[in-house]
């Protein structure tokens, strides 16, 4: 058996062992979440040399969600550099819930960039100029990530700005702390619709892949950040990127991850391979149930734990 056959083999394997699993639920505190297939499910992984392989609903599509926050961190470390974006959002775990009020003590930054107050604050610092809106300069940024031309869905988007008022308190409580360098509502609807970017696991497995890739994407051959700025992100959503359950995942999987509450997720093994998975059951956490299974299983089996 030739190692593409292999890798599809195994997908397609896991696929099978944990597409009955029926444990969690989708989101619904953003309405348009709730009308998720519970059944759909698809695995997707992406070599350096840009071969795409996937299993299941590995072309179906969904939102990002929170696993925007890593690209746009990316592209706000490529506008700024990494100390002037520290001074404004930390890089500290913090224990706590992908939506907790996250205000460092004394400065009134964020935690991180992984959390939804970090990450409202990266949106707003990507430079918003008549030329290039901040939410243009976003959208590009993914599509280079991905490989191709990604859009809004506008359906999810709506849902989001129509309750998101956690998002908007959260944002409101950056500004007055001085922390939030720009209008709060303006940056509250940019973060909502990076949120609704409409991807499949196989896009997932791209830009999952081009941060693993030193920044040039594997199947374009588009270098998208730097090799630094890739760098950079990885070690954040290795220490962030699964919120309260980050040091569990580090500890038993072992791989940079981000998850998003549409069912989305990515894994990352630095110049090895980009990982992706999507089922919108959600455990406590946010993160795809079958997902979380499915990767850690592959990690133990093929020894893709980093330490
Ligand atoms: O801001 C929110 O609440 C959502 N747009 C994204 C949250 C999310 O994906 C959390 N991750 N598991």
Known sequence: M???????????????????????????YIPELARAVSDDFGLALVSMD??????????TPFTLQSVSKPFVYALALTALGLDEVTRWVGAEPSGEAFNAISLEHGTGRPANAMVNAGAIVTTALVPDTREAPAFQSILTCLSRFAGRKLDVDEGVYGSEAATGDRNRALAYLIRSTGALPVDPVAAVDTYFRQCAVRVTALDLAVMAATL???????????RVVSPEVAAQVLAVMATCGMYDS?????????????????????????????LAAYSPLLDAAGTS????AALAALSERFGLHLM
């Open 212 to 222: 693993a890739h030193g920044g040039v994407n594997p199947v374009t051959g588009e």
């Open 50 to 59: 840009g071969h795409a392989y996937g299993a299941g609903a590995a072309d």
């Open 246 to 274: 980050s040091g569990d995942w580090l500890l038993r999987v072992g791989l940079p991850a981000k998850s998003g509450v549409s069912g989305g997720l990515i894994a990352a093994g630095p110049a090895r391979f980009g």
């Open 289 to 292: 149930v079958r997902g979380h």
């Open 2 to 28: 030739s190692a593409s056959e292999a890798v599809t083999d195994t997908l397609r394997e896991l696929h099978g062992r944990f597409a009955g699993v029926r444990e969690g639920q989708p989101a619904d």
